[in-house]
């Protein structure tokens, strides 16, 4: 099993993206915060995270979507979890190419992201 320690977390929300970055760190990852699709991109080829904490929409209208799809068409395979506050069922059918993902819904309890990351 793949040991976890760096997280890239891509949330236009700064208040999610700070919290979520502080609760992480208490257990001793090392995070990055990103705001946009573009960044998302440059900070993973960067980073190289071992995972990536991607909202669906993000900063100057991007896509976390996009985002993911142009990761996977660069070659790198580091595990997705999108997350979104609206129809997961629809999140589900657009992101059913990504391979190596999942979404989870918001809210996000932080012992259910945590959990989706250890699998």
Known sequence: MKIINKILIAEDELLIAKVLRMQFEKLGFWVENVTDADE???KVKQMKPDVIILDVHLKNKTSGIEAGRKI???GIDTPIIFTTGYSYDNIMLLINDIGNSKVLSKPIEFE???K???Q
Do not use: D, G, M
Request: net charge neutral.
């Open 112 to 114: 259910h992201l945590l």
């Open 72 to 74: 996977r068409e660069a």
């Open 116 to 118: 989706a990351i250890n």
């Open 40 to 42: 998302t991109f440059n």
